[in-house]
T-cell receptor
Framework: EAGVTQSPTHLIKTRGQQATLRCSPI?????VYWYQQALGLGLQFLLW???????NRGNFPPRFSGRQFPNYSSELNVNALELEDSALYLC???FGQGGETQYFGPGTRLLVL | QKEVEQDPGPLSVPEGAIVSLNCTYS??????FMWYRQYSRKGPELLMY????GNKEDGRFTAQVDKSSKYISLFIRDSQPSDSATYLC??????????FGTGTRLKVLA
C-alpha cells in the first residue's frame, strides 16, 4: 500500500513569492492535515481538510491556505512568502475523523531567500 | 507554558540499553497519545498509539500513559543503532488537532 506522497521534495522561493505544495493521501483516507516543522520547533498544526472542506486551521495568518480536491488530494498555498516560512511542511492523512491515526508523508522542504 | 513539554536531548546511550523518553502535558482533556519516530530529513513515522491511560507494548517498544500525573513515556528495550532518530510525542483532545512535543534526539552508540 502506497503511503502519503508529497511534491515537490524541495522548493526554493524568494520573499514575496507564492509557493504551492501538494499532497496525496493514503488510498481510502479522506482527511488531510498540514503541519509546519520549523528548525528548533515542533510540528505546528496548520490546516485540516475532510471531504473537500476546511474543518479547522491552526494559529497561522490567512496567507496560508489550501484546498482539497474530489480525489482527496490536497494543495497548500503560501502567499507573500516571508523568510520565516522556511520550514519542512508535512502532510498527514487519516481515515475519517473518528479517532483514526494520522500517517505522515516525507515532507516538502521550503526555503525562502 | 507549552501544552506539551519534551526534553530535546540529545540522549546518547550504548547499544542494548533501555531508553526512556518522556513528555509532560498541561491539558487534562487530552485523550489520544502518540509516539512518532523521525529520521533526519524524513517525515514522522507512527510508533505507538494509545487511548486514555495504561500501557501498550509492541515488540521492543512500550508506551505508558499516566493521566493523573499528565505524563507519558516511551520505553525502548535492547536499543539498536538503527533506533537513532528524533522521537516526537503527540496528543490530542479530539481526533484532528495533534499537539506535538519538540522531539527528543536519541543516539544509540554501537
Amino acid at each position: 500500500e502506497a503511503g502519503v506522497t508529497q511534491s515537490p521534495t524541495h522548493l526554493i522561493k524568494t520573499r514575496g513569492q507564492q509557493a504551492t505544495l501538494r499532497c496525496s493521501p493514503i488510498s481510502g483516507h479522506t482527511s488531510v492535515y498540514w503541519y509546519q516543522q520549523a528548525l528548533g520547533l515542533g510540528l505546528q498544526f496548520l490546516l485540516w481538510y475532510d471531504e473537500g472542506e476546511e474543518r479547522n486551521r491552526g494559529n497561522f495568518p490567512p496567507r496560508f491556505s489550501g484546498r482539497q480536491f474530489p480525489n482527496y488530494s490536497s494543495e497548500l498555498n503560501v502567499n507573500a512568502l516571508e523568510l520565516e516560512d522556511s520550514a519542512l511542511y508535512l502532510c498527514a492523512s487519516s481515515f475519517g475523523q473518528g479517532g483514526e491515526t494520522q500517517y505522515f508523508g516525507p515532507g516538502t522542504r521550503l526555503l525562502v531567500l | 507554558q507549552k501544552e506539551v513539554e519534551q526534553d530535546p536531548g540529545p540522549l546518547s546511550v550504548p547499544e542494548g540499553a533501555i531508553v526512556s523518553l518522556n513528555c509532560t502535558y498541561s491539558n487534562s482533556a487530552f485523550q489520544y497519545f502518540m509516539w512518532y519516530r523521525q529520521y533526519s530529513r524524513k517525515g514522522p513515522e507512527l510508533l505507538m498509539y494509545t487511548y486514555s491511560s495504561g500501557n501498550k507494548e509492541d515488540g521492543r517498544f512500550t508506551a505508558q500513559v499516566d493521566k493523573s500525573s499528565k505524563y507519558i513515556s516511551l520505553f525502548i528495550r535492547d536499543s539498536q543503532p538503527s533506533d537513532s532518530a528524533t522521537y516526537l510525542c503527540a496528543m490530542s483532545v479530539g481526533t484532528y488537532k495533534y499537539i506535538f512535543g519538540t522531539g527528543t534526539r536519541l543516539k544509540v552508540l554501537a
